[in-house]
């Protein structure tokens, strides 16, 4: 069976975002009394979620092109990933103010109710998911995808550095509104969208994405501020 590019770059998220929409109804329904879900608890459905993802990108592997093609990468352009990463983060954590969010979120809290103590297990496969997993399948969707089909419906034959601004404008924006931290997810979106054109090649956002959330899980661990998790 042959897959479009489209579907295989936009069904590991569609899992993702899935399970996120799962999360919200589940927490809407107990809010609303529903004795069968009183003992589930939000992080219960992570492993699960970041398992189903890598599955998917592991069935589609070897249709992500500009993954599995090696590319020569310039030094310049390593260093530059690197130092994003590091500056996205430190924005992210302290662009956490009430006029830069969209909601409340309580995060992902692994101390276990009834120990008090952390549940190293949790956070390992969180770490694993928010570092390794989840920056591969959104770098794939938002900017392999996204970006580039706004300009042609013939995307992977788009160079990226011919994205055009209004693309640039809508995928970070859209970027932005999947995170509770909205202003950080602009940042965000603005710093990988610009990596991805400058370097035409995707394994730089993926790995300053990767060091971005790498970074913040550590610094989560360490403070103890699981809402940003």
């Known amino acids: 069976m042959i897959l479009s590019p489209a579907f295989c770059r936009i069904f590991p998220f569609a899992v993702y975002v899935g399970f996120l929409i799962l999360e919200s109804l589940i927490s809407l329904l107990k809010s609303r009394g529903f004795e069968f879900l009183e003992n589930w608890h939000e992080n219960s459905i992570y492993p699960i979620k970041i398992l189903l993802v890598l599955l998917a990108l592991l069935w589609l592997w070897r249709n992500f092109t500009e993954l599995v093609t ?4 310039k030094l310049a352009d390593w260093l530059t990933c690197i130092f994003v990463g590091v500056v996205v983060f ?10 830069a969010t969209i909601g409340v979120s309580t995060g992902y809290n692994p101390i276990n109710p009834v120990s008090q103590e952390i549940d190293w297990e949790r956070v390992i496969i969180r770490i694993i998911g928010a570092t390794f997993i989840v920056p591969v399948m959104e770098e794939l969707f938002w900017r392999s995808f996204l970006l ?19 693309a640039f404008i809508v995928t970070a924006l859209l970027f932005a509104s999947e995170h509770n931290l909205i ?11 610009w990596l991805y054109i400058k370097t035409r090649n995707l394994w730089i956002p993926i790995v300053s ?7 913040l899980g550590l610094w989560v661990i360490n403070t103890h501020n699981w809402q940003f998790w």
């Not at 430190?90 to 006029?99: A, E, M, V």
């Not at 089909?149 to 160079?159: A, E, G, P």
Request: proline content about 4%; charged content about 15%.
């Open 70 to 73: 090696p590319v020569k990468v």
């Open 90 to 99: 430190i924005l992210w954590i302290n662009l956490d103010k009430s006029w």
């Open 148 to 166: 580039r089909w706004q300009m042609h419906h013939r995307f992977l034959d788009v160079n990226p550095a011919k994205i055009g601004v209004q």
């Open 183 to 193: 202003v950080a997810g602009l940042v965000a979106g603005v710093a990988y969208n």
């Open 209 to 215: 994405h990767a060091i971005t959330n790498g970074l």
